[in-house]
C-alpha cells in the first residue's frame, strides 16, 4: 500500500504560479513512477506529468514549457511547479504512484485559476 498526501492547491489569477507537492508514504526508491493527473468538471482524467523511478519524464503538450515535475527521494516526495497558469489549468489535481503493479492516488486538490 501506498498512501499519498498532497498540498499545495489553491486560487490564483490567470499567468500566476502555483506549487503542489505529495508525499509517499514508502520510500520513492520502491516506486515505479509517480506523477499528477488532473480533472475538469465533466472531462476525464488526464495525466499533467509523470515521473520514473530512472528519473524519465513525461509531459502533454498541453502543460510542455509551464510544468515541471521534480522529485526528492530523501523526502519521497514529488513536485509539480506550475507557471503561466491559465483559466483551463483548472481542475481536481491528483497525486499518482504506481507500485508493485498497483496505482494509488492521493485524495486531490483544487486548483482554480480566474481570468
Known amino acids: 500500500q501506498v498512501q499519498l498526501v498532497e498540498s499545495g492547491g489553491g486560487l490564483v489569477q490567470a499567468g500566476g504560479s502555483l506549487r503542489l507537492s505529495c508525499a509517499a508514504s514508502?520510500?520513492?526508491?520502491?516506486?515505479?513512477?509517480m506523477g499528477w493527473y488532473r480533472q475538469a468538471p465533466g472531462k476525464q482524467r488526464e495525466l499533467v506529468a509523470l515521473i520514473t523511478r530512472s528519473g524519465s519524464i513525461n509531459y502533454p503538450d498541453s502543460v510542455k514549457g509551464r510544468f515541471t515535475i521534480s522529485r526528492d527521494n530523501a523526502k519521497d516526495t514529488v513536485y509539480l511547479q506550475m507557471n503561466s497558469l491559465n483559466p483551463e489549468d483548472t481542475a481536481v489535481y491528483y497525486c499518482?504512484?504506481?507500485?508493485?503493479?498497483?496505482?494509488?492516488w492521493g485524495q486531490g486538490t483544487q486548483v482554480t485559476v480566474s481570468s
Open positions: 499518482y504512484a504506481q507500485w508493485a503493479l498497483n496505482h494509488y
Open positions: 514508502r520510500s520513492s526508491f520502491s516506486i515505479s513512477a
